[in-house]
């Protein structure tokens, strides 16, 4: 990601960014498809109660996985950032946040930090949405940049 033109307007924290039209897909399309194998387990006739229960079942395990492909968030606040993936949250201060990148081809956010590791941020992805991706993260960069050491990496 290039440096904006213009520093983007500063939300009022906290702010959580999320990949919200992703979301929305991925739930809706598990309680459909939860709900639709659910249905033919109790019409067809021929099925045992232990067949029925492991088509329910399975409904339930997809919609599990498509669950847990939601819950990527990046939530900031006075003290810092928690950065949601997919099984693992991470507390970070501002000052550990040395840059926020999101470069062409990037399938979401990466946040360089001050002990020399590069971390991915699943709450900003350029999927479905990539206008709203490129404002999250300029905004993200610019509070890390306000909020930070003060050190302007590029």
């Known amino acids: 990601m290039s440096a904006p033109a213009h520093r983007p307007e500063l939300p009022t924290l906290p702010v959580t960014f999320r990949p919200t039209r992703t979301r929305v897909v991925l739930l809706s399309v598990g309680a459909v498809m939860f709900l639709v194998i659910t249905a033919v387990a109790l019409t067809l006739e ?6 029925r229960a492991s088509f329910v079942f399975t409904a339930l395990l997809f919609f599990g996985v498509l669950a847990l492909l939601s819950r990527p968030k990046v939530v900031a606040n006075e003290d810092g950032v928690t950065v949601v993936n997919l099984t ?7 000052a550990e946040i040395l840059r926020v990148n999101l470069r062409v081809g990037d399938p979401w ?9 590069s971390m ?3 709450g900003i992805q350029p999927g479905i949405a990539k ?3 490129i404002r999250d993260a300029r905004t993200l960069r610019a509070l890390a940049e306000s909020r930070g050491t003060g050190t302007d990496i590029g």
């Open 120 to 122: 991915p941020a699943l």
């Open 46 to 51: 021929q099925l045992s109660p232990g067949e």
């Open 131 to 133: 206008q709203q991706a």
């Open 88 to 94: 693992r949250t991470r507390r970070l201060s501002w």
């Open 109 to 117: 956010v990466f946040l360089d930090l001050s002990d020399g590791t």
